[in-house]
Structure formats: C-alpha cells, structure tokens
C-alpha cells in the first residue's frame, strides 16, 4: 500500500483525505492516504520524515504552498509559471517533483462538467493573489479572446499581466475600471471569506455570463448570489475544483485518471 498525504495548519477539515480514498477505490490503486498536520516552523522536517517513512507523494495546502515550490527539486511548467505548488511526487529517483494542478482542475470543472467553452471567451479574472496565479496558464491555454485581471492593489494584477503576457492577451485593472461585459467572471479573491464583494461594475454581467467563485460553501456564495441579482445565466461554485485539482494530482501520482462524478455528489449532499 503506497502513502500519500495532504499537509497543511490547520489540516483536520479537510476533505483530501475522502476524495482521494475514494479515488482509491473506485481505480483498485492500492493506496492509502491521510492528513499530516506540519508545525508552522518546519514544514520541511515534517515532508522529509513522511518521505523517509515511505510516502510516496502529498498535496500541500494552507499556508506552505510556497515553501513546496522552494523545497522541490524540479518543477513542471505549470508550476513554475504559478510560482506555487499543490502537489509534490516522490520520483523513481528519490527527487521531489513540484506540481500544480489548481488551474488544470478549474479548467476542466469549466469546460467536461459544466460544458463552459472558454475558447474566443472573454474573460474577468477577480484578485490577483497566489489563487489566481495558479490559473492563468491553464485558462490562458484554452485560447479565451482576452483575460482582464482586476484587483484591490491593481498593481499586483499589473504584475501578472506582465507574467503571462507571452502566453495570451491578457490586461490588469482596479475593480471600479473594468470596461465592458465578459462570458465568465472568476472570483478568486478572499473577499467571500468576509462576506465581501469586489465592487465591480455591474455592467460587467450580461445575459448569457457565466460567473464562478473559487469559493465554496454550505449556502450559495455571496458573489454568485450578487451574479444571479445582475441577471447571470449560470453560477458555478468552487467544489468541483476541489474535486477535479484532486482528480488530476491523483493522475499526476497513479496514471490513472479517477472519475468525480460520484466523489462530487457525496460532497454536494453531505452539505446539506
Ligand atoms: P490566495 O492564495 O487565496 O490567492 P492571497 O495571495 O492572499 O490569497 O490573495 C488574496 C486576494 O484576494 C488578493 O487579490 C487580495 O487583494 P489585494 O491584492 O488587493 O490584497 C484579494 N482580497 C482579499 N480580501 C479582499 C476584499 N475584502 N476585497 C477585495 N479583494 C480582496
């Protein structure tokens, strides 16, 4: 039975451990996996003593995703373009190999579960902290018309802009400036996490707007509720990326590629 962990502080809520056991399962990959709180000082001691008691890889959440990124021995490019990391394998060599599937899992929760087509789209990315760093190759690769980053600190959004600019059309501004109307609106700022909505215009919904908050909770998310008022067609929360980045990592470890359907379900009505 192979090993594998999400760490994090605080880690005991987490939902990794039921979704990849299920994972498991579903696949017949004889695996185990389970939580790993880490102290706040040593992230780095507590992944070289999992690795050294034969774990085989681990997901990394709140707040080491950036001590992942400087711990790793190799990145992918989707990890180095997002500067942080969620998933960490151990190689046949014994290196660790740095991973991000963040943006992977929104992409695909976008375009197989809820059919939203992001090619010639026009895009409105919300925040400009690591969430959305962690999405802007994986968006940007399905060739959208243009993504406009917006942000409290624009110059933050002015930033990735530069980043990514080689990768797509791609322009930053404050939340009160954004011009025009867009196919798919992404919250990924924390401002939900206050109850709090990023004050764009309300122009920037039309009739047939997507919107998507990277947040998920027992009751509809107070962007997606403001969404609905503006009269947006669809309202997607953040569970199915939940569900599809551990999809992916998993496929990252395993080869194998898990279904979610039924993973996701068993979250939507164990919240009820
Ligand atoms: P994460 O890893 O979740 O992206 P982060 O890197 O701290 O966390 O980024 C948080 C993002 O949410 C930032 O874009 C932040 O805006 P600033 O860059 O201006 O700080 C945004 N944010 C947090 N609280 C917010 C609020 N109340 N209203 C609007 N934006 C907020």
Not at 106 to 122: A, C, E, I, W, Y
Not at 144 to 171: M, Y
């Amino acid at each position: 039975t192979d090993l594998y962990a999400v760490v994090g502080n605080p880690i005991a809520h987490s939902k990794s451990p039921d979704i990849h056991n299920a994972f498991a399962e579903q696949t017949g990959e004889d695996l185990f996996y389970k939580t790993l709180l880490a102290p706040l000082d040593d992230f780095e001691g507590e992944v070289a003593r999992f690795l050294e008691h034969g774990g085989s890889g681990l997901n990394v959440t709140v707040p080491f995703k950036e001590n992942a990124f400087r711990l790793a021995d190799s990145l992918t490019a989707r990890a180095q373009r997002a500067q942080a990391v969620n998933t960490l394998k151990k190689m046949p060599d014994g290196t660790l190999q740095a991973d991000n599937t963040d943006g992977a899992g929104l992409v695909r929760d976008l375009t197989v579960n809820h059919s939203v087509n992001l090619t010639g789209k026009r895009i409105l990315l919300l925040g400009a902290g690591g969430a959305v760093r962690g999405v802007l190759q994986p968006l940007l690769e399905q060739d959208p018309a243009g993504i406009v980053i917006a942000n409290r600190t624009v110059s933050k959004a002015e930033t990735l802009a530069k980043d990514f600019a080689d990768l797509g059309r791609i322009s930053a501004s404050g939340f009160a400036e954004v011009e025009g109307s867009f196919d798919l609106i992404i919250n990924g700022t924390s401002a939900s996490l206050a109850g709090e909505l990023p004050p764009i215009p309300v122009s920037v919904v039309h009739q047939n707007t997507t919107t998507y908050d990277m947040m998920y909770g027992n009751q509809k998310t107070v962007f997606n509720l403001w969404a609905e008022e503006q009269g947006a067609q669809k309202t997607i929360d953040g569970l199915g990326m939940l569900v599809e980045q551990a999809a992916e990592a998993f496929y990252v470890w395993r080869g194998v590629r898990p279904q979610t359907a039924r993973v996701m379900q068993s979250l939507r009505n164990e919240r009820r």
